[in-house]
């Protein structure tokens, strides 16, 4: 996928200088009043909070309030426990910590100079060991070992996100409708971890009618390949299981019983089994394009507040000749012919 710089919507990266303690929300998009339309891509505003080890919740509140003032009236009993539980659970905050770009680099270096101790240490065994060509060449192959370690976290930072960006589906399903979609990035401040809420503007009514188009001419020529690119956007669900089900009606769990009798803590833990599920059901095209455009949405977002996405040859609802809009992105890279090199599983 080429990228380049792209636009940054409203300066998006420019006034990012909140406290670091707490929350803060930005308004970086222009004052309304000012004569200006709001335009897609238009980022209306930025909620950060810093990723720390005590309870944190968003100020989605202060959210609310900047986005009246540009006429956007969110459904806060629909979208805001949506939003939280997707992205302030421990477990999503300690991925977001340890997937960051600051930990990566990190590991890189230490990664760097055990690779090449080993290889020189490996290197005394021969007779270049003590020599500058040999030393040059250690140092060589560590530096490509290391570049090529480097290059595949960039790639992988390209990909859709399940931990992160997946998970905002159900809330950016719920705004669908208010023209707002959400994203989410993280970023490192000193060495606080520091999450950001992204609120986008898009009309993606456009967007909803293209795909819809796209999905039942697929359906009605090319219905295998639909149904294998949407058997590919899928998660793993793990989900708890009725003890007495799963002794009357699931024999194969009595496989997975242990042997030994089990331990007082593990007479309490609930009965797990994990499931794949598919996030896009077979339903009629609009409603395909709308769960397409939903699930995908922070993915899109995520990409485009990074200047991350890849270069469009014209566009179809956007302003700018360069980016590409949501559907332009979900046609190419997850229901085209060359899918899925997007997509992250
Ligand atoms: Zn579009």
Redesign the pocket.
């Known amino acids: 996928m080429a990228c380049e710089p792209q636009i940054n919507p409203s300066g998006a990266t420019g006034p990012l200088s909140a406290s670091s303690t707490g929350w803060n929300a930005l308004s970086v998009g222009s004052p309304p009043g000012w004569g200006q339309e709001l335009h897609n891509g238009q980022v209306l505003t930025v909620l950060r909070i810093d990723n720390t080890c005590t309870p944190i919740s968003f100020d989605l509140g202060a959210a609310e309030e900047q986005l009246q003032t540009w006429g956007i009236q969110l459904p806060a009993d629909q979208y805001r426990s949506l939003a939280e539980s997707a992205l302030l659970e421990p477990q999503v905050r300690r991925y977001i910590i340890y997937n960051s770009r600051p930990m990566w680099l990190a590991f890189a270096v230490v990664f760097y100079v055990v690779v090449w101790a080993n290889i020189y240490s490996t290197s005394q065994m021969f007779a270049l060991g003590h020599h500058w060509v040999g030393v040059l060449l250690v140092t060589l192959a560590a530096v490509s070992l290391t570049l090529t370690l480097v290059l595949i976290f960039e790639r992988h930072q390209r990909k859709a996100n399940t931990n992160t960006d997946l998970r905002l589906a159900a809330a950016n399903r719920a705004l669908l409708r208010h023209r707002v979609l959400l994203g989410v990035t993280d970023t490192v401040e000193g060495c606080q971890s520091v999450i950001q809420l992204w609120f986008v503007y898009f009309d993606l009514e456009?967007?909803v009618h293209?795909l819809s188009d796209h999905v039942q001419e697929m359906k009605t020529s090319q219905e295998s390949l639909l149904r294998s690119r949407l058997s590919q956007i899928c998660v793993v669900m793990e989900t708890g299981v009725s003890p007495t089900l799963a002794v009357e009606g699931h024999e194969d769990l009595l496989e997975e019983t242990p042997l030994l009798p089990d331990g007082p803590q593990s007479q309490e833990r609930p009965l797990m089994q994990t499931e794949l599920r598919q996030l896009i059901s077979d339903a009629e095209p609009e409603e395909m394009a709308q769960q397409l455009l939903a699930v995908f949405g922070g993915y899109y977002i995520r990409l485009l507040v990074t200047s991350q996405l890849p270069q469009a040859t014209g566009t179809?609802?956007t302003d700018s000749p360069r980016v590409p809009?949501?559907?332009?992105l979900i046609e190419a890279h997850i229901l085209g012919t060359e899918c899925c090199s997007s997509l992250g599983r």
């Open positions: 456009n967007c293209f179809r609802h809009c949501p559907c332009q």
